[in-house]
């Protein structure tokens, strides 16, 4: 590590990042964006499991930015040990990084932070219970460092091991979750889904314009559905309700959140989408996201629910996996969202094309000042090493002048 960065200030943010999903990858940037403003000076590093794409769509966003995979890689080899074992190597392996001797710089970077904050998003759940690992990771750094340690957004449902969760709620200095139901864990605040930190753009030029015109949006995932034919379903599902509302191809847009997964369902669709426009992640990524009122939208997913719903759009919300799905589009309709729910055994015929729109405009600006009004709490505009040096009385100061002076 190079000697000159060891008294900069070192804020380590931990995400699921760099596998191209729309809403991770938004989230990592507004907190890139959000430190690019309040700690430029800071060395701010991004520990994802796919550092080297995400360094791509993440690109330039900080100018003290770096993408490393050191706490992924921790948590992804305890979760190869038994359990006992895993254990001993989480609680110890900061304080003694030569466990993992190929990683130890990574690790010393881990140390040197003076805060450590897993960004927003459901990846801290029983759908995979390794990442719950990073908990005990960002633990452990603290131990040896000090470091604050925030989660910001979190989804915590379907949950597993309560107790282990409950024990890394009460210690993080804050623990924000996005739903209801995750606020049953003692320590838990609610501020809502990190998105709300700043919603992106209406596009204004590339295919993502033009989608941003189209009176009917879809968003649908072929991942997480349930089962083995739920993608299949999903088709059946949508293609009804197209069909009910009397919906031609051409006033419709499909969105790809993760490209290739959200690309199966529209084209077992494609006979039923003839003059629809697909609009592929790189595009969303590059221009912009495409919602705006008067448009309905049917979304599996949450983020481009929550954005679209944001914009004014109405919509209807379709749950795939059970327990995991539902609790995060119920979550966006307890805060005021008018989407409805469905689910994928729900009959199309029933559900007339939705025109409430989404979020009031006033329950949009609560939402996004909530989050906002977090940050700053977390990240005041002077690093805390920097304020107390700042106290220090006057005749100390010039004291370290003429030593540094006589050197």
Known sequence: MPKSDMGQDVIYLIAPSGHPNYGDELIAAQWLRYLARRRPRSLVVLD?????QASILLHGLHPNAMFVDTAWRLATEASKREPAQAEDFLAHVIAEPGRA????????????????????????NSMWPHHYNLLDIAKSAQQRSGARLYATGQGLM?????????????????????DQPSTRFDGTILTGDDAWLDLPAVPTEGIAAEAARRGTVLCLQSDLTGSDDGAARLATLVRGLLDHWGTPGSDIAVIEAIPGTDRVVFDQLADRLDGALFVPFTELWRHGFPASPGQAW????????????AAGAAGIAISGQRGYYDTKHQSLMDLGSRWTLLHLDDDPRAVPRPVSGGFAADDTRILARAKN??????????PLRDRARALAPPMVKRGARRIVGRG
């Not at 994802?48 to 080297?52: A, D, E, I, K, V």
């Not at 049917?298 to 719903?309: E, M, N």
């Open 298 to 309: 049917i979304s599996t997913r949450f983020h481009p629910h929550l954005i679209a719903a």
């Open 158 to 178: 379907p949950a597993k091991d309560d107790d282990r969760i409950a024990a890394a709620t009460r210690h993080f200095d804050v623990f924000d979750v996005r």
């Open 48 to 52: 994802c499991h796919t550092p080297g």
């Open 101 to 124: 001797c190929l990683i130890v710089d990574g690790i010393e970077l881990l140390a040197r932070a003076s805060s450590i904050h897993l960004l927003g998003g459901g990846y801290l």
């Open 373 to 382: 009004d977090l940050a700053e709490a977390l990240y005041p505009p002077v």
